[in-house]
């Protein structure tokens, strides 16, 4: 996952930091409510781990502003504030899950994912590293920066997008994106994702390659920071 981390505490930034990325997810740091402003786009990240008492303003606050601004990200809020009146107040406030320092990192780690899946069974979003696909909108983004897909594009992206690392067959990716009735050059599957690997390099998604296997088709690779895949 790609995961922004709102925390003051220097000790329980390095922890969190190299624990999680132990792990294989990205995580960004910000140490003030105003750096976290300052991003400009919170829904890039897949989850948000928010800490309640920060130097410049109170974790509520950011949260509030976040959700006025009709932010969806699913925020987990760590705190040492444990009463149930804080819970109730960062619940309601809008946060997705509250968890209280001292905390069990597996606890942690499973939280997050809990949070990821339910954000991608809501928005119906797809993401693999640093790349987002909206399905919705039909469109690839990286940040800031999207490419809009063709019928036939998102179809075959799609099909290789569930099942990432794994090879594909081409006559089943070739009747995923055409039909069972297609009776068209099998080539123009090679050129179709040579259409994507174009908009996946203008897009420069660092971590996200379709790769020819041999004798199979395609398939798409996510690498993790570090050069591993996934």
Request: glycine share 10%.
């Amino acid at each position: 996952m790609r995961l922004l981390l709102v925390e003051d505490e220097a000790k329980m930034v390095a922890l969190l930091q190299r624990g999680l990325e132990e792990e294989g997810h990205t995580v960004e740091v910000c140490t003030r409510g105003s750096e976290a402003l300052a991003l400009g786009a919170p829904e890039d990240y897949e989850v948000i781990v928010l800490d309640w008492s920060l130097p410049d303003m109170d974790g509520m606050t950011l949260l509030r502003g976040w959700r006025d601004a009709s932010v969806r990200t699913p925020v987990l809020m760590l705190t040492a504030r444990g009463t149930t009146a804080d819970k109730v107040m960062g619940l309601r406030s809008g946060a997705d899950d509250y968890l209280v320092k001292p905390f069990d990192f597996e606890e942690l780690l499973a939280r997050l994912e809990v949070l990821r899946r339910r954000s991608e069974v809501k928005d119906g979003v797809v993401r693999l590293g640093d790349l987002v696909l909206e399905p919705g909108r039909r469109v690839l983004r990286v940040g800031s920066r999207e490419e809009s897909l063709t019928a036939r594009e998102f179809a075959l992206f799609s099909a290789l997008a569930r099942h990432p690392g794994e090879p594909q067959v081409r006559a089943r990716l070739m009747e995923q994106t055409w039909g069972p009735d297609f009776d068209g050059s099998a080539n123009v599957l090679d050129v179709y994702v040579g259409y994507l690997r174009t908009k996946l390099e203008r897009l420069a998604a660092a971590h996200v390659t379709l790769r020819s296997v041999r004798g199979v088709g395609y398939k798409l690779v996510v690498g993790l920071p570090g050069g591993r895949a996934a």
